[in-house]
């Protein structure tokens, strides 16, 4: 399977800014994916994020909130806007393996916003 | 709209009893089935995955789990817990066929699993 890092692992940001997360795989792959998991939640899948194209995004989550970018096959970013504590979350990228049916996970950003 | 359900919020064992946690999905067609486990402050690992063939597949420390399409389950076993088992259960699916544009993996809410020396 490929190995996913994330960047930043955690981060405590004020009310009304930005963060961006990155997400670096180690090959590449053709499809990558945001997914955010709210505190005692389940996995919610946010967006696709297509290389060369702008990301799909799911019923409920738009790109002014979530732009996401995907300039190669190996690396993704995905940036969290006027973020208020509603938005804390661990954000998670994963990757489909190449077979297309399992989807693997990095690490995660914790993220808490005051 | 395809849904996964993970009756049980926590599953408490004695280690070295046998454990399960159950999962029933809705998808339309054939489904995808996974299951993946979550430790504290950690991504999630997969565990393992039905797609087609033998309903019994093997995935990763020695968990199993049976894909039961009369039931629409596919409970995660394990002959012998161990305390290290101890972390967070995911079950998930996804339609064998997608619809265009659409990679839908969905999640359960998650099973607690402690294993009490």
């Known amino acids: 399977s490929a190995v996913i890092s994330q960047k930043p692992s955690r981060d405590i940001c004020q009310r009304g800014t930005s963060l961006t997360i990155q997400c670096q795989v180690d090959?590449?792959?053709?499809?990558m994916f945001w997914y955010r998991q709210q505190p005692g939640q389940s996995l919610t899948l946010i967006a696709t994020?297509?290389?060369?194209?702008?990301?799909?995004?799911e019923s409920g989550f738009v790109i002014d909130k979530f732009p996401i970018s995907r300039p190669n096959l190996t690396f993704s970013t995905l940036t969290v806007s006027n973020m208020s504590p509603e938005d804390s979350s661990i954000y998670l990228c994963?990757?489909?393996?190449?077979?297309?049916?399992?989807?693997?996970f990095g690490p995660g950003t914790r993220l808490l916003v005051l | 709209a395809q849904s996964v359900a993970q009756p049980e919020d926590q599953v408490n064992v004695a280690e070295g009893n046998p454990l399960t946690v159950k999962c029933t999905y809705s998808v339309s067609g054939n489904p995808y089935l996974f299951w993946y486990v979550q430790y504290p402050n950690r991504g999630l690992q997969f565990l393992l995955k039905?797609?087609?063939?033998?309903?019994l597949v093997k995935g990763s420390y020695g968990f199993e789990a049976e894909f039961n399409k009369s039931q629409t389950s596919f409970h995660l076993k394990k002959p012998s817990a161990l305390v290290s088992d101890s972390a967070l259960y995911f079950c998930?699916?996804?339609?064998?066929?997608?619809?265009?544009?659409?990679?839908?993996?969905?999640f359960g809410k998650g099973t607690k699993l402690s294993v009490i020396p």
């Open positions: 994020a297509n290389q060369g194209s702008e990301a799909t995004y």
């Open positions: 090959s590449q792959v053709t499809m």
């Open positions: 039905y797609i087609t063939g033998d309903n």
């Open positions: 994963s990757v489909e393996a190449t077979e297309g049916e399992t989807q693997y």
């Open positions: 998930a699916v996804r339609a064998s066929l997608r619809r265009a544009g659409s990679y839908q993996l969905t």
